[in-house]
């Protein structure tokens, strides 16, 4: 998006400001200038407000949280015990949010599984695609459970005094009782008490049904399933606008009662992903596409748009419409692409499972729990599970890290710092699972001898031309 004249003088005067309130810094703390400590305070926040009038005139959701994050920042620095109250705002954001478990959950599951109702039509390219998911999106599990435990990016992070009192431990399950805790007893009772593996487990049993009957008995379900993850992904939209006020009420907590120090953690965690993801792709994409024999150059300039599209936007649906011409185009069959790439937002969000495991051991260390080997693959292949459960929306990964700290019996008060830069750490994961859902249409048309055997469809070839 291109900057106006507007937007580009708060920006200037944003990053002007920043420095000067920068250099000030510097020399109160290290030259030892006696500057007023109320001179600090205004020059921060006319960057900080000069930098929210940018925010308003660009209109972007991801620009208005970055601004939350700042003001909240400097809330919690400046008035620690106003901010103390402030923590509501971030409760409220996360209660809308866990309010979207069980009907985005089995809405998309039951959707990707009955959508294709001729199992034998489909089987084979299923079969194939299902394990391609299940092997890539496992080691990127692997791969984050790697990285979070090198760096330790959660070690140091000190509990908030308001929860210090709350009783912190993890609690150990029998191997018989993990397998029981799987299956639901009472669908209901497991969607009130936000069960995710259970609502997963009822989703996968309910959609093979629903492929199994009759067109004329399957499409009214079918299309009502269809309408509420549809509702779903509005509602989530719905939700996100609350975001900046959250992020804002999260991060003026987190500052307030715990200092600035905890910015560090939170770089960490952040430098940590990213690093993640670019060994992830350059280990696994990379070979992966080499060996199926893909023209790289070809595919990175197809992915290059939908890619853009997912870092703008953190959000895997908002590119999906332009990921599926721009597979076509590259020389995926359309009807490959109809089927792997809407599966794929379900099953195969490599870069949404490699957070949640990264996330998932940062709770655990920043509320020094430590989990053994043993608990920590426990982990891993229960998030092999409730990853599936992951629709292309904006945040949705925050859904299953909740249902997954809650069986774990992990406390919840570290993910209120995550909340304070996921959206810097959405959109970097957002653009692996829109790259890796390509990548897998045309690994899986390769395997099937189909791959540029089509021309596109002249819609297609004029949309991919403009």
Not at 208 to 227: H, N, V, W, Y
Request: aromatic share 10%; glycine share 8%; proline share 5%.
């Amino acid at each position: 998006m291109k900057h106006s004249p507007l937007q580009l003088r708060f920006l200037l005067v944003f990053l002007l400001l920043a420095g000067l309130a920068s250099v000030l810094w510097a020399v109160t703390h290290y030259a030892g200038a006696p500057l007023s400590p109320l001179m600090l305070q205004i020059a921060r926040w006319t960057a900080v407000l000069a930098f929210c009038g940018y925010a308003y005139s660009r209109r972007s959701l991801s620009i208005w949280i970055a601004a939350g994050i700042m003001v909240g920042a400097e809330i919690g620095h400046d008035w620690p015990t106003t901010a103390g109250s402030l923590q509501v705002l971030s409760i409220i954001f996360l209660k809308l949010i866990k309010t979207i478990i069980a009907p985005l959950i089995f809405s998309t599951l039951v959707v990707g599984i009955a959508g294709h109702s001729n199992i034998k039509q489909v089987g084979r390219m299923g079969i194939k695609a299902l394990i391609y998911f299940e092997v890539v999106t496992t080691i990127a599990l692997f791969i984050g459970l790697a990285a979070i435990n090198f760096s330790k990016a959660g070690v140091g992070v000190t509990q908030p005094a308001s929860t210090a009192t709350q009783p912190i431990q993890a609690t150990q399950q029998t191997g018989s009782e993990i397998i029981q805790h799987v299956f639901p007893e009472n669908i209901a009772k497991s969607v009130a008490e936000g069960q995710v593996l259970q609502v997963v487990v009822f989703s996968i049993i309910f959609g093979i049904a629903l492929a199994t009957i009759g067109e004329d008995k399957r499409r009214p379900m079918l299309q009502f399933c269809e309408s509420l993850s549809e509702t779903m992904f509005k509602f989530t939209n719905i939700v996100m606008l609350f975001a900046p006020v959250g992020v804002a009420g999260a991060i003026a907590y987190t500052v307030g009662a715990m200092g600035f120090g905890v910015i560090r953690n939170l770089l960490t965690l952040v430098a940590t992903l990213y690093a993640a993801l670019i060994v992830f792709v350059l280990c696994v994409f990379l070979p992966v596409a080499l060996i199926v024999r893909l023209p790289l150059k070809r595919f990175l300039k197809a992915v290059a748009e939908p890619a853009s599209i997912a870092f703008a936007t953190a959000s895997s649906e908002a590119a999906l419409p332009r990921a599926m011409e721009a597979m076509e185009a590259f020389g995926v069959p359309r009807q490959m692409v109809a089927f792997v790439m809407p599966t794929g937002y379900s099953f195969n969000l490599d870069g949404s499972t490699l957070y949640i495991s990264l996330a998932a051991i940062f709770v655990a260390q920043a509320a020094g729990i430590p989990l053994s080997f043993g608990q920590q693959l426990l982990m891993v292949f229960t998030l092999m599970l409730t990853s599936k459960g992951v629709a292309g929306v904006p945040r949705a990964t925050l859904v299953i890290l909740l249902g997954t700290i809650d069986s774990f019996h992990l406390p919840s008060w570290p993910i209120y710092i995550i909340l304070g830069v996921d959206q810097l750490m959405d959109m970097a994961r957002t653009t692996v699972n829109v790259v890796g859902n390509c990548l897998a249409t045309a690994v899986i048309a390769r395997w099937e001898g189909e791959f540029g055997t089509e021309a596109p469809s002249p819609a297609v070839a004029d949309a991919m031309a403009q």
